[in-house]
């Protein structure tokens, strides 16, 4: 298991980042010094002072000892509100407000990281202690006695043992459980991170499902092998001198990944996934609400419609070429990327034709649309390669076709020219961009 122990972007087993400690940073979270410099300061006092010290002083400098405690206690590092131990660790004052054990050690590291980061909605000691809460519950849901050890850490063997990831009806860490993941699963899995939002797919991206996004979202809860990103989340405070992980450290993940990518809220679509499965939502509705992206908050809207309207353009411009869902499903993913590859140059292709012919007409040029496309594709501004992808995908699609039903006659389809081609796919996309037009202008209305 490879386990990321800071933000450089670097894996390592946990034996190797234990050896590694030395060469990190020191934690951003600095302890006060105020009560070492006490300790270590010296009074001289002269020789002829009494030094007999009368009781009711004594009794007064105990009192005082108390105050100091107390006034130390109120001055101790704090994180939201919850003290920190001289190493850094929540005290138990955490632990009892969100019912975990006290022998689950949270570094404060963990919850800083999760503060800084922009898609974390954490300033408050209530979302704090309802993330670990949660995630507590779920984790002793699915685990049962395994979560809980004699020494405090996890041997490998145990990691291993363990559910690693699951799914849920409405895509929060407190759902329904729809599937759980083992390590196993996790290791086999198709997955991608789709436009730096972090979520993570099971099903097979190939398909037209994949492409709108429509997918049911897995929350990691032990950490994984070649995770993308954990550079919000840190081993190093969880580690035993075997490299074993923590308790605290396991739960700290669970809590770290299900806050990085769903703040533990329903999502949008994973409900929707489920709803279409499930017959109480159609296509073209779902459709319509990804296009407008009404779901997210107002400051991520504008790039998300237009990703969610490359995105069913294209999936128009596949459909529209003869591919069926089960066609995707059985190509391989190279095959796969080469075909959105194929749309993105042509649809690239075709503004950039659009531009030449606009200024063509304001200089009265006469403009041939197929000689400039040759002259383009023969440039590094777009692949050749990409251009005869969809018909060759094709050819062996029908071929496979007429393995699997003998009376199954070919489509014939009229060879279509570059300009052809390129025309086509711009033409999905504008079409596709009015259509998202009239939905927000019906929506304003």
Do not use: C
């Amino acid at each position: 298991m490879l386990i990321n122990t800071n933000a450089a972007n670097q894996n390592f087993t946990f034996g190797q980042a234990l050896a590694n400690r030395g060469n990190t940073q020191d934690s951003v979270f600095a302890l006060p010094l105020g009560q070492q410099a006490v300790n270590e300061t010296v009074f001289i006092l002269p020789e002829t002072m009494d030094l007999s010290i009368p009781q009711n002083t004594i009794k007064l400098r105990e009192n005082f000892g108390v105050l100091e405690k107390i006034k130390n206690a109120e001055q101790a590092p704090k994180i939201l509100g919850f003290p920190i131990d001289e190493e850094g660790y929540l005290t138990a004052t955490f632990n009892n407000a969100a019912g975990i054990p006290e022998s689950f050690k949270i570094h404060g590291d963990t919850i800083l990281g999760m503060m800084r980061d922009g898609r974390v909605q954490l300033s408050s000691s209530e979302e704090l202690v309802g993330y670990f809460k949660t995630t507590y519950a779920r984790l002793q849901e699915m685990m049962g006695e395994k979560l809980y050890t004699t020494t405090g850490f996890f041997t490998q063997e145990q990691l291993d043992s363990m559910p690693h990831a699951f799914v849920t009806r409405d895509g929060s860490v407190g759902g329904e459980i729809q599937k759980i993941y083992t390590q196993e699963d996790v290791a086999n899995s198709i997955y991608e991170i789709r436009y730096g939002d972090g979520r993570r797919y099971y099903n097979d991206p190939k398909s037209y499902y994949g492409v709108l996004d429509l997918e049911p979202k897995a929350h990691y809860i032990v950490p994984y092998e070649n995770g993308s990103n954990q550079s919000g989340w840190s081993s190093e405070k969880y580690l035993d001198e075997n490299g074993n992980l923590s308790q605290g450290g396991l739960l700290s993940f669970a809590v770290w990944e299900g806050s990085m990518y769903v703040n533990q809220k329903p999502d949008f679509y994973t409900q929707s996934y489920y709803d279409i499965e499930e017959g109480k939502m159609t296509m073209e509705e779902y459709v319509r609400q990804y296009a407008k992206g009404d779901f997210l908050p107002k400051e991520y809207q504008w790039g998300h419609r237009e990703h969610a309207k490359r995105s069913i353009a294209m999936a128009s411009w596949i459909q529209d070429k003869g591919f069926s869902e089960k066609d995707l499903n059985e190509m391989t993913g190279e095959d796969f990327k080469n075909l959105e590859y194929s749309f993105i140059d042509l649809t690239y292709a075709y503004n950039r034709m659009k531009e030449e012919e606009e200024y063509s007409k304001r200089r009265h040029i006469v403009f041939d649309p197929e000689a400039f496309l040759l002259q383009l594709f023969a440039t590094d501004e777009v692949d050749s390669k990409n251009l005869d992808v969809p018909d060759l995908l094709l050819e062996e699609v029908e071929r496979k076709r007429q393995l699997e039903d003998e009376n199954y006659q070919p489509k014939k389809k009229e060879q279509e020219t570059l300009a052809q081609k390129v025309i086509n796919a711009g033409a999905i996309f504008e079409k596709i961009e009015q259509l998202v037009k009239t939905w927000e202008e019906e929506t304003d209305v």
